[in-house]
């Protein structure tokens, strides 16, 4: 009997650290889709002003572009890389969230990432709702 009773406890242990660390890097990996947007999006707030004010042309200034999203990503414990094509900045996030039940079976870490792009639009560009 103690030995059934042994591996039904194993084997809710490991039903719950399924449940606790999945949720865990499901949370992990939306929260790294977020700093990817929001990454892109102050990436894509960096305007050349010479060129905008000169003619009113919409362009990225690369290097401060690039600057601005990987500053946003430095205030989180995760990493990116950034690139910059044309009007658009493109950031992947990586992040690694440690298993806290399953880690106790030698599982884990899980690493996450997220991807998201941004485009320079000057104006509004649709119907907002």
Do not use: C, H, K
Not at 89 to 103: D, E, K, S, Y
Request: net charge positive; proline share 3%.
């Amino acid at each position: 009997m103690s030995a059934f009773v042994a591996g039904v406890a194993g084997a809710l242990i490991l039903l719950a650290g399924l449940v606790v660390d999945g949720g865990l890097a499901l949370a992990a990996r939306v929260r790294a889709i977020n700093e990817a947007q929001e990454a892109a999006r102050a990436g894509a707030q960096q305007l050349n002003l010479t060129a905008y004010r000169r003619d009113g042309t919409v362009r990225l200034d690369p290097d401060r572009a690039r600057a601005a999203a990987l500053a946003y990503v430095a205030a989180t414990p995760d990493t990116a890389t950034v690139e910059v094509s044309g009007g658009t900045v493109t950031v992947v996030v990586r992040a690694v969230q440690p298993a806290q039940i399953l880690g106790l079976a030698g599982v884990g870490p899980f690493r996450v990432s997220g991807r998201a792009s941004a485009t320079a639009q000057r104006g509004v560009t649709g119907v907002l709702r």
